[in-house]
């Protein structure tokens, strides 16, 4: 699950692709809380396979610093993982 601060996904442009695979457009199912929540199911590759998520013609609101944040769930749904401790990195937009 990734949460987005101060910038919209939305399913007409921005895709996601897992590493070495081709780009995939998010679909609205994908999409939560008014586009500030990205969750992907189902992915299932190697410890080190890489997720890139890119967004086109997105703006922020202001210079400022916006967080991502990034949980993951080793077994999705399942019960048997807990999912992780978020993420962060600051986008820092001047």
């Known amino acids: 699950m990734i949460t987005l601060d101060g910038v919209l996904a939305d399913s007409t442009d921005d895709k996601y692709a897992t590493y070495p695979a081709t780009w ?7 999409l939560s ?3 500030k929540t990205i969750t992907i199911k189902g992915l299932n590759e190697p410890l080190n396979y890489a997720t890139a998520i890119a967004m086109y013609g997105n703006t922020v609101s202001s210079a400022g610093n916006y967080t991502i944040s990034v ?3 080793a077994d999705g749904d399942g019960l048997l993982y807990e999912p992780s401790n978020p993420a962060s990195i600051t986008l820092k937009v001047q």
Do not use: E, H, M, P
Request: zero cysteines; charged letters at 15%.
């Open 24 to 30: 995939r457009t998010l679909t609205s199912a994908q």
């Open 33 to 35: 809380n008014g586009g």
């Open 71 to 73: 949980v993951v769930d």
